[in-house]
């Protein structure tokens, strides 16, 4: 039996139509798994090499959309709070005049479009003190399906950029799995 009729090369499938599936990140809101570890489960404290090489990699372009879009969830951990406060000499009440409270994940997040946006300077207000899920975007957690893998939002251009590039890994995968079953074939034919 030919085994790799059985399970065809995914890489056979139009990269054109790749391209197209991650690009409805524009518009519909998914995340999506890359080939790089979300923990090194060989070290029981857990590696960031993953993270590492995503953020050498990783090209912000700087658009925005992240900050200005409604719809992202900027939560605020509570030393989220006390450092945005001191940074601009707030009271916690005056910032989260600028929040809404999320009653399902039991958390505060700035209202969107993020408030502290400058759309004309086309950056952000608080840089130095912005929260930590700002510091991880496009970062998500990872997907269910593959929780060994880092997963990122596909609304993020620079992202989709990403993982477009990063197709070029799994088929790395991919291509080895092809190899052993190529391999497996071979030596049934034998037989
Ligand atoms: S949406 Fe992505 S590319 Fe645009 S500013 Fe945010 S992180 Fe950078
Ligand atoms: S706090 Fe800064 S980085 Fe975070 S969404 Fe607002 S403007 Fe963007």
Known sequence: ??????????SVLIREEQYRTIDRGET??????????????????????????FW????????GRC????????YLEKEDTDRICQHLGWSRKRLLGLCRYDRIAK???????????DSE????????ARPLTCTRYPLHPALKE?????????????????????????????ANWARILKG????????
């Open 28 to 53: 519909e809101p998914f995340d999506i798994a890359i080939p790089l570890p979300a923990k090194d489960r060989r070290n029981p404290e857990g590696t960031s090499w993953g993270v590492d090489l």
């Open 107 to 117: 958390v505060w997040a700035l209202k969107q479009p993020c408030p502290f946006y």
């Open 146 to 174: 593959m929780p060994y893998h880092l997963a990122v939002d596909a609304f993020c251009p620079a992202a989709r950029e990403f993982v477009k590039e990063t197709l070029g890994w799994w088929i790395i995968c991919e």
């Open 56 to 63: 050498e990699r990783f090209r912000c372009t700087g658009c």
């Open 67 to 74: 900050c200005y879009t409604p719809g992202a969830g900027l």
């Open 1 to 10: 039996m030919k085994l790799l009729e059985m399970r065809p090369h995914w």
């Open 121 to 128: 300077k086309k950056g952000c207000t608080i840089y130095p």
């Open 184 to 191: 497996m074939e071979e030596g049934m034919e034998e037989e």
